[in-house]
């Protein structure tokens, strides 16, 4: 009886620990980064799950889900500083807006809420 429970808790164990490495769990505040966004503009062109001219944050999160996070995290880190190009659904290409700070901690906690939305 034992070897039988033993062999199901382990099953169960490795299943947890599988479920829990293929999806972070990231510690955010939430609060801080929509006061960031919010600061620099980002919803203007970007809402959490209504369609404007960017994408919803719930989309770009959808694009990222099941890629090793810290690629995630530091494409989309690249996007939000460098003012690369954003293309939009009609084709024309602008410069991204540079978000106006250069504290890592406040651009990596607006980046891992994005990825956090489900």
């Not at 006061?35 to 970007?46: M, V």
């Amino acid at each position: 009886m034992f070897p039988r429970v033993t062999k199901t808790l382990f099953n169960l164990l490795a299943i947890t620990c599988v479920f829990s490495l293929s999806h972070p769990v990231l510690a955010v505040d939430a609060e801080a980064a929509k006061t960031l966004a919010r600061q620099n503009g980002c919803f203007k062109c970007h809402a959490v799950d209504k369609k404007k001219d960017g994408p919803t944050y719930k989309e770009v999160a959808d694009k990222y889900r099941g890629k090793p996070i810290a690629k995630s995290e530091e494409r989309l880190i690249t996007h939000i500083t460098t003012g690369e190009k954003a293309k939009f659904p009609d084709g024309h290409e602008e410069d991204h807006k540079i978000i106006k700070t250069k504290d890592m901690e406040q651009i990596k906690n607006l980046v891992n809420w994005i990825l956090s939305l489900q």
